[in-house]
T-cell receptor
Framework: DTEVTQTPKHLVMGMTNKKSLKCEQH?????MYWYKQKAKKPPELMFV???????INESVPSRFSPECPNSSLLNLHLHALQPEDSALYLC???????????FGPGTRLTVL | GEDVEQSLFLSVREGDSSVINCTYT??????LYWYKQEPGAGLQLLTY?????DMKQDQRLTVLLNKKDKHLSLRIADTQTGDSAIYFC??????????FGSGTRLLVRP
């Protein structure tokens, strides 16, 4: 298995909802990442997990809460989001922090 | 801080070669990457080059690295319509973060 999977593919939520994005990889990678990508822009790093521990938080608002239940799974819990949080959320993984990152297909999030 | 720059748009005719250029600022970068993104999709890793290399070839793709000028290029030989996409170069900084360029939109005309 050489891919990163993300669910759901699309998500529409209101500002008072709580939802979660999920990411999974079975490549034995020990680093996992969340990125946010707005239209016509490059991805921006949000969080990095290394060996299931949060190693980088790029000053992301607390309405985004990451979780790494095990080495194959990465979640992003969403609560009280704003319309400007609408974006493509990309998950990536790498063998270690300094290796090439492989990206999932993303979750397109729309906040109403 | 680190900065990665790319030209925004490139248009080529099918069958021609495409050259996408990128400049970066972090001289301590150890790896430099090229990713491809098709509309509505995630990023596909195309190739990467280690900073102690000048060139890397992988089928239709050739990466050239000029470390002195901090210039990276991606050449796509025999460009096809399926190559139309946005291409991002990225450098990896000392904390292993990827710093992406703004992306170059490649349009391949039949």
């Amino acid at each position: 298995d050489t891919e990163v999977t993300q669910t759901p593919k699309h998500l529409v939520m209101g500002m008072t909802n709580k939802k979660s994005l999920k990411c999974e990889q079975h490549m034995g990678h020990r680093a996992m990442y969340w990125y946010k990508q707005k239209a016509k822009k490059p991805p921006e790093l949000m969080f990095v997990y290394s060996y299931e521990k949060l190693s980088i938080n790029e000053s992301v608002p607390s309405r985004f809460s990451p979780e790494c239940p095990n080495s194959s799974l990465l979640n992003l819990h969403l609560h009280a989001l704003q319309p400007e949080d609408s974006a493509l959320y990309l998950c990536a993984s790498s063998q270690e922090g300094h290796n090439e990152q492989f990206f999932g297909p993303g979750t397109r999030l729309t906040v109403l | 801080g680190e900065d990665v720059e790319q030209s925004l748009f490139l248009s080529v005719r099918e069958g021609d070669s495409s050259v996408i250029n990128c400049t970066y600022t972090d001289s301590s970068s150890t790896y430099l990457y090229w990713y491809k993104q098709e509309p509505g999709a995630g990023l596909q890793l195309l190739t990467y080059i280690f900073s102690n290399m000048d060139m890397k070839q992988d089928q239709r793709l050739t990466v050239l690295l000029n470390k002195k000028d901090k210039h990276l290029s991606l050449r796509i030989a025999d460009t096809q319509t399926g190559d139309s996409a946005i291409y991002f170069c990225a450098e990896q900084d000392s904390s292993y973060k990827l710093i992406f360029g703004s992306g170059t939109r490649l349009l391949v005309r039949p």
